[in-house]
Nanobody, 115 residues
Framework: QVQLVESGGGLVQAGGSLRLSCAAS????????MGWYRQAPGKQRELVAY???????KYADSVKGRFTISRDNAKTTVYLQMNSLNVEDTDVYYC?????????WGQGTQVTVSS
């Protein structure tokens, strides 16, 4: 059974940093793409960043220059380094792993940025 386990969320002051991690288990091949999304109550889930197996990355305009996505060598763990956080970054962050046939989501981790 595929599982994505996220960690690293929490409470931080504006201007601070957090690092999110997402480890995939129960898989026989590495995901083609791994990414991070975020969702506020009553709003649509939106892409934050993703990284492909080849290392290509894409970021939402709102986080460019502040967030960095990376993967481990086994390509089963994805990280999101978040710097210069602001209150607008407060959301539940979800990890997603994209395979040829299926997509899998983590349970979400809360990031709260205080002013």
């Amino acid at each position: 059974q595929v599982q994505l386990v996220e960690s690293g969320g929490g409470l931080v002051q504006a201007g601070g940093s957090l690092r999110l991690s997402c480890a995939a288990s129960g898989i026989s091949v590495s995901p083609l793409i791994m990414g991070w999304y975020r969702q506020a109550p009553g709003k649509q889930r939106e892409l934050v960043a993703y990284i492909t197996g080849g290392g290509s990355t894409k970021y939402a305009d709102s986080v460019k220059g502040r967030f960095t996505i990376s993967r481990d060598n086994a390509k089963t763990t994805v990280y999101l380094q978040m710097n210069s956080l602001n209150v607008e970054d407060t959301d539940v962050y979800y990890c997603k792993a994209h395979f040829i046939i299926n997509d899998y989501w983590g349970q979400g981790t809360q990031v709260t940025v205080s002013s």
